[in-house]
T-cell receptor, first 116, second 118 residues
């Protein structure tokens, strides 16, 4: 039973355009969401996070949007750059709502390719 | 301040041998998490440890797998009598405090150990 789903295994975007990566979750106990970026042969690197008390968090070119009613979040990258090409993982945790609050539940990832 | 250090980066073991994966958390971090990534899959939680304590091992297979985080030295993930299905990337992460306190504390990941069982 996949609690965090990234339904697009891959995405190609032209340099300078917007990249939109989507993530859906099923566990209503999740209240904290994170995006990690991963290059081949490296560990995941934290990118940006959002608490369930917010619906938007912005950091430079990266913005995460959260729609709690739809149990959906998205990562927007504007403008996209070739160096953004990587696998992006969505992760969620139940930080304040229950046992296992430290556990991160990951999606399967979306491979983003930014074409110069 | 070095990041999370994992070694070895690559480990090849024959079926039936033991695999030992090491993780040194970031300086000042006392919480360690192990995750496993199978091919074409996301990372799956295995175990959460603090110094000398296993807090949650609900993601660990019941047999052959064990983990420790001693008072001195790195955290060790140990896999006994490895089988081909154990082949995966094993990632360690650390954080200064756990999410239990409700703080927005990110976990920092190491580069992983890629275990190949032949």
């Amino acid at each position: 039973d996949q609690q965090v789903k990234q339904n697009s295994p891959s995405l190609s975007v032209q340099e300078g355009r917007i990249s939109i990566l989507n993530c859906d979750y099923t566990n209503s106990m999740f209240d904290y969401f994170l995006w990690y970026k991963k290059y081949p042969a490296e560990g995941p690197t934290f990118l940006i996070s959002i608490s369930s008390i917010k619906d938007k968090n912005e950091d430079g070119r990266f913005t995460v949007f959260l729609n709690k009613s739809a149990k959906h979040l998205s990562l927007h990258i504007v403008p996209s750059q070739p160096g953004d090409s990587a696998v992006y993982f969505c992760a969620a945790s139940a930080r304040t709502t229950g046992a296992g609050s430290y556990q991160l539940t990951f999606g399967k990832g979306t491979k983003l390719s930014v074409i110069p | 301040n070095a990041g999370v250090m994992q070694n070895p980066r690559h480990l090849v073991r024959r079926r039936g041998q033991e695999a030992r994966l090491r993780c040194s958390p970031m300086k000042g971090h006392s919480h360690v998490y192990w995750y496993r990534q199978l091919p074409e899959e996301g990372l799956k939680f295995m175990v959460y440890l603090q110094k000398e304590n296993i807090i949650d091992e609900s993601g660990m297979p019941k047999e052959r797998f064990s983990a420790e985080f001693p008072k001195e030295g790195p955290s060790i993930l140990r896999i006994q009598q490895v089988v081909r299905g154990d082949s995966a990337a094993y990632f360690c992460a650390s954080s200064p405090i756990s999410g239990v306190e409700g703080m927005n504390t990110e976990a920092f990941f190491g580069q992983g150990t890629r275990l190949t069982v032949v």
